[in-house]
């Protein structure tokens, strides 16, 4: 080989060496990136949401009377059982009477005691016209016998007879009537400003604490008004205000948690009922949704939540679905891709785009129907960044 021959070689190999340095180092350096594996195992599907506890059943007691409550030295929180006395009314008060409607009282008073006494008069001449009127009657009755006293006049007689008898009967009425009016303006003159009666205990009407006290102080109260409200905190319930679309999903007795109710650990609890009817609730994003009422029952010992009280905040994790073995993997790995979902799968090092079925969403997790296999693994944090067929280098496995 000629001398020149070998210089063309060298120098076409230098060139391509030097071509391919520059080609490697033009290609962008592959990303660090968390990758997760396509695994299978358990997957519990769930959902949160806030609620509260509540009472089931309540009881309020209020005034059967109206009158005077003495004040009441329970407080709210206190223990208190059956039957025993929680509150006392003295039934209402004679009003106390200003010196003008005094006055016009006692000269009522004193009116009445004069007709009466009007009355008596009356009733006495009266009964005196009936005593006559009768005798002569008897009389008439007599001759009228041997034809000396005519048909007529016995009948006027007689007709005299019973216009003073109903004039007696009418003047013991009014003499009644006044006798009636003057003890009532009596009464109501001594009955001024003292009790008109004995006075009603209220009783406590389960085994339970007070939750409310509407009244403190000794004062008037109206028959019906509300006093004091009671409750079983041992039959505290919490309620949950669900979406209707995530109701559905739930059924009496299934299983859920009681999370960051303020003590340690979650308390378990089983859902009681689901209410039939729902309603319109907006979100604190303005967007309208509609959501019934779940009741759960607190399963864990009463000693573990005895600080739990009526109203008070707590947040729900329900568990709709377990299922034992399952393909799944991240969901975070998920994207949308047009109206498909897809992942990036890591093959050889390059990200390839791979469109999948997702299924059941878990805990982190959310199960794979079609697309990917065990073993198989995908970008754990896609970002708009990545391209189909891009360099990488994963970093650490998700789980």
Do not use: C
């Not at 195992?41 to 089931?56: A, D, N, S, Y």
């Not at 004193?110 to 009356?122: I, L, T, W």
């Not at 568990?319 to 979902?341: I, K, N, P, T, Y």
């Amino acid at each position: 080989m000629s001398m020149k021959r070998r210089h063309w070689i060298i120098a076409a190999a230098a060139t391509i060496a030097v071509a391919a340095v520059v080609w490697w180092a033009l290609q962008a350096a592959p990303r660090t990136l968390d990758v997760a594996q396509v695994m299978r195992g358990p997957l519990v599907q769930h959902f949160e949401e806030e609620g509260r506890t509540e009472l089931p059943r309540r009881w309020v007691l209020s005034a059967p009377i109206a009158g005077t409550l003495r004040r009441i030295d329970l407080l709210q929180g206190d223990a208190v059982k059956a039957g025993q006395v929680v509150a006392t009314i003295e039934p209402l008060q004679g009003a106390l009477l200003d010196p003008a409607n005094r006055t016009r009282l006692v000269a009522e008073e004193q009116a009445a005691q004069a007709s009466m006494q009007a009355a008596q008069q009356r009733l006495a001449a009266a009964q005196a016209d009936a005593r006559l009127a009768s005798r002569d009657v008897g009389r008439m009755r007599t001759l009228g016998a041997s034809g000396v006293v005519s048909v007529a006049a016995l009948d006027e007689a007689e007709a005299r007879v019973a216009r003073a008898q109903a004039a007696a009967a009418a003047a013991l009425a009014e003499h009644r009537a006044a006798g009636q009016q003057r003890a009532a303006l009596a009464a109501l003159l001594q009955g001024q400003g003292r009790s008109g009666g004995q006075q009603i205990e209220l009783h406590a009407p389960i085994d339970g604490v007070v939750l409310h006290r509407y009244l403190e102080s000794a004062m008037p109260v109206q028959a019906g008004q509300p006093l004091l409200e009671f409750g079983d905190l041992g039959q505290l319930q919490v309620m949950v205000q669900a979406l209707s679309q995530q109701a559905i999903a739930l059924r009496p007795g299934s299983s859920a948690r009681i999370l960051r109710w303020g003590g340690e650990g979650a308390l378990p609890a089983r859902v009681a009922r689901i209410e039939p009817g729902g309603f319109t609730k907006v979100s604190a994003l303005g967007v309208e949704e509609q959501r019934t009422q779940v009741w759960l029952n607190i399963v864990a010992p009463r000693a573990q939540w005895a600080q739990l009280g009526d109203g008070y905040r707590v947040e729900v994790e329900f568990e709709v679905a377990r299922r034992a073995d399952v393909l799944q993997v991240v969901s975070s790995a998920l994207f949308r891709d047009g109206r498909r979902w897809a992942v990036y799968r890591v093959v050889r090092n390059r990200a390839r785009l791979t469109h999948v079925t997702p299924g059941a969403q878990g805990d982190g997790a959310v199960e794979i129907v079609a697309g990917l296999t065990q073993g198989d693994q995908v970008v754990a944090y896609p970002d708009d960044r990545m391209t189909e067929g891009m360099r990488v280098r994963a970093l650490i496995a998700v789980p």
